[in-house]
């Protein structure tokens, strides 16, 4: 099951104390102490696996090492590496400690989440002309950290909305040659599926309904996704007994969750019209296109149906 949703806690590596020494070679007496180390950090990078975030299901907590401490005869205390933690792009990083609030938008774009400690001066960086001998050393400073709640929110250029058993992972599946899990039966899709036609991203979302935005059923998990999609692509099936209500839930859904998400441009899909008659899939569409003049009639087996909707894609391509 894809986790899209999950609180962390970081803890950056401290930086290693510096040492309070003295030169024990004959001619070249003073102060030698080295200075610690810097704590390793920690960062966030971007990758295109929507499925990253289930490295945190089981572990919650990860942590740097201190940086080393300074050792005598000037040795300075070894810094530690980085550590990357890798999450998908569309990641908002919430701090919850700070408020603050990032996110990752593109593949191997880095984050930093948390700074490692310094490390601290030896004895020797506190030497001068009338402290030939000094005794002083500084602690490393601790490295920070922080409880994070990390939200994958989908960065899509469509996203594909509509009922359980509307078309749309068989349409993702026939226009990106994506591999979306399809049957005839409610929820087939329990996650989100991305596919790419060109440098178009589009994202089919899980069946959406009634009450949905209210937390009812698998919807109110998935309308964040669709926030961030440009259109939205609205699929109502063709063997609907209302087609006109089916279009008024999910617009209800959409509307109801956010203003901005109802706004959104929308183009409407009547898939299966292989399924019904001519002259019933007439009476449906002309009522379809009463509430909203996009709406067309598509098939997965119409090639040249496709070929319309392969045609919006074209022009949404060449408007990005």
């Known amino acids: 099951m894809l986790i899209d949703d999950i609180t962390i806690r970081i803890k950056a590596g401290d930086g290693g104390a510096g040492k309070a020494a003295f030169n024990k070679n004959k001619m070249s007496l003073g102060p030698c102490g080295g200075d610690g180390g810097k704590g390793g950090d920690i960062y966030f990078e971007g990758v295109s696996d929507l499925s990253a975030l289930s490295q945190f ?171 961030r999609t440009k259109i939205i692509f609205h699929l109502v099936s063709a063997e609907s007994e209302d087609c006109a209500r089916d279009w008024r839930i999910i617009r209800k859904e959409l509307e109801t969750y956010s203003k901005e998400l109802g706004e959104k441009s929308e183009y409407v899909f009547f898939t299966k019209s292989d399924m019904v008659a001519p002259k019933e899939l007439k009476r449906k569409i002309a009522i379809l296109k009463k509430l909203n003049k996009k709406a067309i009639a598509i098939s997965i087996h119409d090639s040249d149906s496709l070929e319309e909707v392969k045609k919006i894609l074209n022009k949404i391509q060449s408007e990005k």
């Open 57 to 227: 299901k089981h572990k919650k907590e990860f942590l740097t090492k201190n940086g080393a401490d300074g050792r005598g005869q000037f040795m300075d205390g070894a810094d530690v590496p980085d550590l990357i933690l890798k999450i998908p792009v569309g990641t908002v990083i919430r701090n919850t400690d700070t408020g603050e609030q990032k996110e990752i938008v593109k593949t191997k774009e880095r984050i930093l989440a948390a700074s490692g400690g310094f490390g601290g001066k030896g004895n020797f960086k506190f030497r001068s002309p009338r402290n030939t001998t000094p005794m002083q050393f500084q602690r490393g400073t601790p490295g920070e950290e922080y409880v994070l709640r990390l939200e994958l929110k989908l960065i899509a250029d469509v996203g594909l909305v509509g009922l359980p058993n509307a078309g749309k992972s068989s349409l993702l599946n026939e226009l990106t040659g994506a591999q979306s899990k399809v049957a005839n039966y409610p929820f087939t899709t329990l996650e989100p599926s991305l596919g790419a036609y060109f440098e178009l991203i589009l994202a089919d979302i899980p069946g959406l309904i009634e009450g949905a935005s209210g937390g009812k059923g698998l919807g109110i998990k998935f309308l964040k996704h669709i926030e």
